[in-house]
């Protein structure tokens, strides 16, 4: 399941890469509510791409990175995350 996901993920970040320069606007002087539309596309496209990393980092962070059966603590116990860092308090070491 984790590898057809991290599939899926790429392919996502390929398409949305993919329509990130409006090629098929390229040379037109259509202007809406005084932007161009090709500026449009951009405003567009910056929503739908913070959309789509919303979604990666709510459900999918990590996948192909961390083993398939992690629960999601990659750092083995060793004091590092966010649980640490409210142990630590803000500023890092806590030594």
């Known amino acids: ?3 057809t996901e991290a599939g899926v993920w790429i392919l996502v970040g390929l398409v949305l890469a993919g329509l990130a320069i409006p090629w098929f606007l390229w040379g037109s002087a259509t202007v809406v ?3 161009p539309i090709w500026l449009w596309w951009h405003v567009g496209w910056m929503g739908l791409a913070s959309l789509v990393f ?3 980092a709510q459900r999918a962070w990590g996948v ?3 083993p398939a059966g ?3 603590d990659s750092s083995g116990g060793h004091g590092v ?4 860092a409210r ?3 803000p500023g890092g070491d806590g030594l």
């Open 1 to 3: 399941m984790r590898h």
């Open 33 to 35: 509510a005084g932007l």
């Open 54 to 56: 919303w979604l990666f």
């Open 64 to 66: 192909g990175i961390e």
């Open 70 to 72: 992690s629960d999601g």
């Open 81 to 84: 995350g966010p649980e640490s």
């Open 87 to 89: 142990e630590t308090g």
